[in-house]
Every structure is written in C-alpha cells, then in structure tokens.
C-alpha cells in the first residue's frame, strides 16, 4: 500500500513537471529512475492491472520527457539567436562610432598603455583612465611590490585585473568589443602591458636607483656652485681689468662745454652693466638647474616640468606677443613719422614768420610761436588718438578704466589751469603786451620778462619778480606804456598845486623850463600845462611831456620833481600840494 501511494505521488510530481520549463534534465532523470524504482517495486508486490497501469503512465512520461527536451532545445536556441543579434548590433554600433570617437589613454610617466571607449560603474573614460594610471603609479612606487602577482579574476559581467585586494582594472564586453576581441583576452593583453610597466616602475623607485638619483644630484649642485664662482670670478676681474683702463682707453665726453660723462661716471656706469650682467647669468643658471634638480627624482618630476613650464610659458607668451605686435609697430612708427615731419615743416614756418622774412598779412610775427605751440599740441593729440587703438591691451577693461580715471583727475584738478592756459591763449592773440614791455597791472608796475600759456612774470621796478596768472591779466585793466611810445609817444604829467596870488603864466612858465631840463623828455617837443581844477585856496596846474623809453619813466618822474622844486624855489613861489602851514616865527 505504501509503494502504491509512492507512485501516486510521482505520477503527480510529473503531471505538474511540464508547466516548469526550468526543470533541468538531470532532474528529469532522476525523476524516472525514481518512477522505474517504483514499478519494480511493485511489480514484486502488485497484480498484474496495477502493473499494466503504470506502464502506460510510465509510456507518457516518457513522451512528456522528450517534448520538454525539445522545448528547452528551442529555448537555448532563441537566447543565442537573441544574443547574437544583440552582438551583431552592438559591433555595428561601435564600428560606426570607432572613426569619430576619440579613445582616452592610459598614460602613465609620458607613455601610454592602452586607450578607453567605454564608461564603467557610473565612470567616464576619462575618469577610469586617470583612476587606473593612479593606481598604477602608486603600485609602482611600493619597494615590496612583485608585478608577477598581478592576476586575473573573469566573473559573469566584468573581467578584473587584480593585485592583492586592489582592483587596477575592470573589463565588459564592451570594452572588448571597441577591441575587436574578446573581455578575457583583452585582460590577458592588458595584464601583460601592465605587469611591464610596473617592472619599470619598481626598478625607477628601487633603493639603488635612489642612491643613483642622489649622487646625481650632488653633482648638480656641485658644478651649480663651481659655475657661480666661475662668474663671480670673471666679473672681479673684469672690474679690475677696467679700474686699469681707466686712465688709458676711458676719456671725459663733452656735450659743447659741458663734460657730460666724466670718467668716473663711465667707470660706475660700466660696473653697474657689469653686475647687472653677473646677477643675470647667475639667475640663469638657478632657473636651468631648478627643474634639473626635481627632474632627477620621478616623484617630483612633474613638478619640474610644471617649473619649467611656469618659467617658458610667460616667455614664450611675451615672444608671441612681441611677434604678432610688430604689424601694430609698423603702422604707430608710420603715424608718428607723419606727424613729426608735418610739426617739423611747420616749425620751420613759425620761425620764417618770427624772424620777419616771411610776412603774411594780418598775421604778426609775435603771434609765430605760440601758434605753432598750439597746432603742434593738437596734432600731437590727434597722433594719440590715432595710435591709442594699437596699444597693448588698449580693448582691455582694465586700460580703458585707467585712461577714465586718468582723464578725470585732469578734468577735476586742473580747472583753474585750463582757464588759466585758454586765457593765455586769448592774450597771445589780443597783443596787449609783449615781453619787455613795461605795463601796470592794478598797482602793479614793471617789465614783462616771461610769457607761459599759464602765468605772466613780470619785474617790478623793485626788480621782483611777481608771477600772475594769465586769468588774472584776463579779468583785469592793464595799461601797456611801451606800446604807447612805440605808437604815439608817451606822455607823462605831473600836477602842482600853487595859490591864486601867483600868476598863471609865470607858472606854466616854470613847469614848462623845469620839463625841458629833465633828462628822457624829448627834446624837440615842447612841454605843455593844463589847469585841472579851481580850488579852495589854489590851483591845479599839470605839466605834460613826451618822452621816448618807457623804462626810464620813474627816473624821469623822479628828475622831473626835482627840477620843479628847483625852479620854484629859484623863482619864490610856494607849492602848496600838499598843503602845509606856516606857523608864527617860521619866518
């Protein structure tokens, strides 16, 4: 009974079997040794009805074991075909890619390994390259480090390549696809580069190599220091080599009179080239031997050509800046050529026009230099704005910000300036005085000895020189006393002061004799005597007379006074200006 229920379970087991297409087949078999177990068992122990049941059962199964063979045939046969069109499509992909995808290499101390398509674990190419070159560096720089240690470890979607417990690179299919191989044999490939390049780096960070890298560095250092005496050396004698010329080969230079270099001024000039040049040859050979020195140990070899490359590449920036600039010096060379030769024509025509041999009509000579000053300035300015566009960095923010900044601290702290200087240029064409000119500027009087676009200077008769500004001259009433006797005469007047009881004709008699003997009256002329006011108790007479030199005026004024109270006192006649008394017992 026991080996009946048996095989009803079995039958069960089987009926149900077909619908998991996962049964592999050895579980199958083992199922029908199982069932074939049973019906030997009951064959010993059963009728024969029972038996010819479970041989028709045993028939079925038997038939429902070969179409499930089928099935899983055709199954196994769908993934390869699903596999193998997903591979082929892939392959196609990467084809069509391999002309425009650029691969990222591996790179370890300038050489590189191998090259990258593919991301990995969230991993650009970039990023796995950089990742896997570290970690070859830092394996390579371990003394302990055996690079035949390195193995392989192929898993269902990645191949590694391992050392120890630390994974150096991982592989998909992918990246043997862009390989045009398979992922263990891209491994195999990749093991045996890797394995080389960490016997390199071994053999690069070894001790003897450190002993090697040492030694050469002491030399460095050795023939640096032998070189810097060498050049200290060479310019101590060649200081000494010219203290001896000096007095044979070393001369006084002379601009006309003046001794413009003596020969000590030459001597220092030359020793100061001369150490000028020392400390640059020795700074020379600090910025060579510098990345030398970090070139000598790999851990800092990077370092020196990150040295080097901050001391090459400013100048070889500056060079190529030099270089695309020279167009820009032919074109500021061309416009200032234009421009000084047309100053230097007209400055040859300023001085024709000040000298009289060139005359134009309306145009005084006096006015020559301050209008070739004038023109001479706006072509500079226009040469300026011209050249401003060709000037380094002259687009550049910053240099524009400078010119702004620059220009209003003009504008703001020369106000008065400007005026001063438009001012100076408004008197140089209105001609109320020229230099030597003897005017009076309010109470000032004196001789103008100096013209600037800004200020007057003028000295007085004091002989102090009294500087005014050209606004001030502007703004206020001058009177110019050589023009005057250079056009109609000058005429000086003096008043005197006498009583009603002295006739007037005796007077202007005496002022008219006291004229005529003054020295700086014009001789020829005749003095003549106004009556300017009817006062109180006497009367204004004033005495008027050319004379011809300006300058002389205040002596002449002086001797004129001197005269007069000589000729009234000869004649008996009282000046009453200013007035004065005579007290009882004065006579």
């Known amino acids: 009974m026991k080996q009946q229920n048996r095989i009803c379970f079995l039958c069960l087991v089987w009926l149900f079997a077909p619908m998991q297409p996962a049964v592999s087949q050895s579980s199958l078999s083992q199922f029908l040794d199982d069932l074939s177990d049973s019906i030997q068992a009951v064959n010993e122990s059963s009728d024969t009805s029972q038996l010819q049941t479970i041989q028709h059962q045993l028939a079925d199964s038997r038939l429902n074991e070969q179409n499930l063979r089928m099935e899983v045939e055709q199954m196994k046969l769908l993934v390869y ?271 024709e026009i000040g000298s009289g041999h060139l005359r134009i009509r309306g145009f005084y000579p006096d006015w020559a230099g301050p209008t070739h000053s004038i023109i001479r300035f706006l072509l500079y300015a226009f040469m300026i704005s011209l050249i401003y566009p060709y000037l380094p960095n002259a687009q550049s923010g910053i240099f524009q910000g400078i010119s702004v900044f620059i220009g209003l601290i003009v504008s703001f702290g020369s106000s008065s300036a400007i005026g001063n200087l438009i001012a100076g240029i408004v008197l140089t064409y209105m001609r109320p005085f020229k230099i030597g000119d003897k005017i009076k500027y309010n109470d000032l009087v004196g001789n103008v000895v100096e013209k600037t676009p800004i200020v007057t200077r003028i000295r007085t008769i004091k002989n102090e020189i009294v500087t005014v500004p050209n606004g001030s001259l502007m703004n206020a009433q001058t009177v110019n006393y050589s023009e005057s006797v250079r056009q109609c005469g000058l005429l000086i007047h003096l008043e005197v002061s006498c009583g009603y009881e002295t006739p007037w004709r005796q007077i202007h008699q005496l002022l008219i004799e006291a004229a005529k003997n003054t020295p700086g009256i014009v001789p020829e002329s005749l003095p003549f005597v106004h009556e300017t006011a009817f006062n109180d108790f006497y009367v204004n007479y004033e005495i008027n007379a050319p004379i011809t030199d300006a300058n002389q005026m205040s002596a002449i004024y002086s001797d004129l006074r001197a005269n007069i109270q000589d000729k009234f006192k000869e004649a008996g006649v009282n000046i009453l200006s200013p007035h004065y008394y005579i007290r009882k017992g004065d006579k």
Do not use: C
């Open 81 to 351: 075909t699903a596999d193998s069109v997903k591979l082929l499509h892939q392959k196609q992909l990467v084809d069509s890619l391999r002309t425009i995808t650029q691969g990222i290499p591996v790179v370890v101390e300038a050489d590189t390994l191998f090259y990258l398509y593919t991301n990995r674990g969230g991993l650009s190419p970039t990023k796995r390259a950089l990742q896997i070159s570290n970690m070859i560096v830092n394996l390579g720089k371990e003394y302990n480090m055996q690079p035949d240690s390195v193995y392989i470890i192929s898993e269902d979607i990645t191949t590694d390549i391992m050392y120890n417990d630390k994974v150096i690179i991982s592989l998909t299919d992918k990246d043997g696809l862009w390989a045009n191989s398979s992922r263990d044999e891209l491994a195999t490939h990749y093991r045996t580069i890797i394995v080389d390049t960490l016997r390199l780096l071994k053999e690069k960070h070894s001790f003897m190599a450190l002993v090697k890298h040492i030694l050469l560095l002491s030399l460095v250092l050795v023939v640096l220091f032998i070189l810097i005496r060498l050049v200290n050396f060479g310019y101590y004698r060649l200081k000494k080599k010219l203290h001896d010329m000096k007095g044979k080969y070393f001369k006084p230079l002379y601009l006309k009179k003046y001794e413009f270099l003596s020969v000590d001024r030459q001597l220092r000039i030359f020793y100061f080239l001369a150490n000028t040049l020392r400390y640059a040859v020795i700074i020379l050979l600090f910025i060579i031997t510098l990345p030398i020195i970090f070139s000598i140990f790999p851990q800092t070899e990077n370092l020196a050509l990150q040295i080097f490359s901050y001391i090459l590449s400013p100048a070889k920036k500056i060079a190529w800046s030099i270089i695309h600039y020279i167009p820009n010096l032919f074109v500021i060379a061309l416009i200032w050529l234009v421009i000084h030769y047309i100053t230097k024509g007209l400055g040859s025509l300023a001085r």
